[in-house]
Nanobody
Framework: QAQLVESGGELVQAGGSLRLSCKAR?????????MAWFRQAPGKEREFVAS????????YYTNAVKGRFAISRDNAKNAVYLQMSSLKPEDTAVYYC?????????????????????WGQGTQVTVSS
């Protein structure tokens, strides 16, 4: 059964850094899918954070994290990462890994929940002030 497994979330002080990892298991063509990270803070809707194309040539970020977060992937390891720096208390959320709904889904389309094929279980990031 295909699944996405996130890790790396923890409690960190404001200004600190974290690296989230997402391992895709059971996806034969992982390297051909666009991938993304979303987050959901308490009482808020799940929101797009960043996406990456299957070649890593194209990346997209929500304005709130531009210049602070970097998405990357290692297709040989079936993994996608989110390097987060200069963390702020408002970055506190559960972070979810997402894979494109189809092989044709582009990274530019991954900001729309309807273009997500599957979600991971999430990893908690808490930024203290």
């Amino acid at each position: 059964q295909a699944q996405l497994v996130e890790s790396g979330g923890e409690l960190v002080q404001a200004g600190g850094s974290l690296r989230l990892s997402c391992k895709a298991r059971g996806y034969t063509f992982f390297s051909s899918y666009a991938m993304a990270w979303f987050r959901q803070a308490p009482g808020k809707e799940r929101e797009f954070v960043a996406s990456i194309s299957w070649t890593s040539a194209d990346t997209y970020y929500t304005n709130a994290v531009k210049g602070r977060f970097a998405i990357s992937r290692d297709n040989a390891k079936n993994a996608v990462y989110l390097q987060m720096s200069s963390l702020k208390p408002e970055d506190t959320a559960v972070y979810y890994c997402a894979i494109g709904a189809t092989l044709m889904t582009t990274s530019a389309e991954m900001d729309d929940h309807e273009n997500v094929g599957s979600w991971g279980q999430g990893t908690q990031v808490t930024v203290s002030s």
